[in-house]
C-alpha cells in the first residue's frame, strides 16, 4: 500500500525596489509565512515608503498568510507607510474577506477566478 506524497512547490521571496514590490511566490502557510514576514520587515526598514505585495504566485495561503500580511501593514503604519495587496486569487480574497482584512486589498485587482 503506498500514499501519494504531494510535491510542495518552494517557497521564494522576490523584491523589486523599483515598484515596491514583494513577490512571494509558493504556499504560504504557518511554515512559509514567518520568511514572508522578515523579508518584508527587512525592507520596511531599510527602504521607507509605501510597498505593495504582489500574491500572483501564491497558490494556497491560511491565516498565517493573513496574519504575516496584518503585522507587515503594522510595521508599515509605524514608518506612515501603506501595505497594499495585489493580484489575490479569488480564494486569498475570500480568506482576507473572512479574516476581515479586505481594507489592503487592491480592488482594481481583485481576481473573480
Request: net charge negative; aromatic share 4%; charged share 20%.
Amino acid at each position: 500500500m503506498s500514499a501519494a506524497v504531494a510535491r510542495r512547490r518552494p517557497f521564494e521571496i522576490h523584491v523589486n525596489a523599483a515598484t515596491r514590490t514583494i513577490s512571494p511566490r509558493g504556499e504560504v502557510d504557518l511554515a512559509t509565512a514567518p520568511n514572508l514576514l522578515a523579508a518584508a520587515q527587512i525592507y520596511l526598514t531599510t527602504t521607507p515608503g509605501d510597498l505593495i505585495i504582489d500574491l500572483a504566485a501564491v497558490p494556497f495561503g491560511d491565516s498565517s498568510l493573513v496574519n504575516a500580511v496584518a503585522d507587515i501593514q503594522a510595521g508599515a503604519r509605524e514608518h506612515d507607510d501603506a501595505v497594499t495587496v495585489i493580484n489575490a486569487s479569488a480564494r486569498l480574497t475570500r480568506l482576507f474577506l473572512l479574516c476581515g482584512m479586505t481594507e489592503m486589498l487592491d480592488r482594481t485587482n481583485l481576481s473573480t477566478n
